[in-house]
C-alpha cells in the first residue's frame, strides 16, 4: 500500500483539526513570524517546543509532517554548505582556494537550515489539519478587500488551495517516476556530478507531462459539475468564531510574544 503523500490533509478530530480555518491561517502567520526570529538556542528550543506541542495535540503521524525534511535532506546539505563555506566571517577555521570556513559561517547555515525546516513543518501542520474546502473559504475572506480593485478573489483562492493540495501529490509522482527510472537503470546515487545531473533529465519531462494531465482532467472534472468561472459564486455566511478559536490565537500570540523577549534577552 502506498504511504500517504506529506503535506495531505488528514482527517481527524482533534482540537486543531476543530479549529476555524481562519484562525489556523492567522495562527500559521503568528507563528512563522516566532519562526523567522528565532535566532538563539533558546528560541530555537522555544519553538521546537511549540510544534511539537501542536503536534501532540493535533493527533498526527510524525512522519508525514516531517516528511519534507527527510526528502530534501540534500538541500538543506546544499544550503548549510553554501553558507559555510563562502561566508566571509570571523572565527576562521580553514581556508582552501575559495572556501573558507569560519565559525561565523557555519552559525549562518545552521540558522538557515533551521528556519526553513521548521517552516515546512509548520506549513504541513496546517495543510494536514485544514480541509481543502476550509481552507479556500479562509483565504476568501482574507482576499476579500482585493475585489475592491476588481481582483476575481474566488477564482485566486481556488487556485491558492488547489495548488497546495496538489504539491504532494505531484511529489508523489515524482518518487513513483524515480522508483521507475531506477529500475530502468537511472543512477540517482551517482557520486559522479555529470552521471547524476543527467540522470534526472528524464525524471523531469514525466513530471511536467502527469502535473498538465492532471491539470487537464481537474479541468474536465469542474466543467463537469458546473463549474464557470465567471458566474457569481453564492455568498457564505462566515460563521462565528468559538471560544477554542479565540483561545488558540491568544496561544500564538503567547508564543510569539516570548520568542520577541527571548531575541531581546
Given at each position: ?35 523567522i526570529g528565532a535566532g538563539s538556542w533558546a528560541g530555537y528550543l522555544w519553538v521546537i517546543l511549540a510544534l511539537a ?213
Amino acid at each position: 500500500m502506498s504511504r500517504m503523500p506529506a503535506g495531505q490533509y488528514i482527517p481527524g478530530r482533534s482540537p486543531v483539526h476543530r479549529l476555524d480555518a481562519r484562525i489556523k491561517i492567522c495562527g500559521f502567520l503568528i507563528l512563522l513570524a516566532a519562526v523567522i526570529g528565532a535566532g538563539s538556542w533558546a528560541g530555537y528550543l522555544w519553538v521546537i517546543l511549540a510544534l511539537a506541542a501542536i503536534l501532540r495535540i493535533s493527533g498526527l503521524p510524525l512522519r508525514p509532517v516531517l516528511e519534507p525534511f527527510l526528502r530534501l535532506w540534500t538541500f538543506f546539505l546544499v544550503i548549510f554548505l553554501m553558507n559555510a563555506l563562502f561566508f566571509d566571517g570571523q572565527g576562521g577555521i580553514w581556508s582552501w582556494w575559495i572556501f573558507h570556513l569560519s565559525a561565523e559561517g557555519v552559525r549562518r547555515g545552521f540558522s538557515v537550515v533551521v528556519h526553513v525546516a521548521l517552516a515546512l513543518v509548520l506549513g504541513n501542520l496546517l495543510t494536514c489539519t485544514t480541509a481543502p474546502m476550509e481552507l479556500m473559504e479562509a483565504l476568501k475572506v482574507f482576499l476579500r478587500p482585493l475585489k475592491l480593485i476588481r481582483v476575481p478573489v474566488d477564482d485566486v483562492a481556488m487556485i491558492l488551495s488547489v495548488a497546495v493540495q496538489f504539491v504532494p501529490t505531484l511529489l508523489e509522482e515524482a518518487d513513483t517516476v524515480k522508483k521507475a527510472q531506477i529500475a530502468r537503470g537511472a543512477r540517482f546515487e551517482s557520486k559522479k556530478l555529470t552521471e547524476k545531473a543527467a540522470s534526472f533529465i528524464p525524471l523531469v519531462v514525466p513530471v511536467f507531462i502527469a502535473a498538465f494531465r492532471r491539470a487537464d482532467e481537474l479541468a474536465l472534472a469542474m466543467e463537469a459539475r458546473g463549474y464557470r468561472g465567471k458566474r457569481k459564486s453564492p455568498k457564505r455566511k462566515s460563521a462565528c468564531l468559538q471560544a477554542p478559536d479565540i483561545t488558540a490565537l491568544a496561544v500564538c500570540a503567547a508564543v510569539f510574544a516570548v520568542q520577541f523577549l527571548l531575541i531581546h534577552i
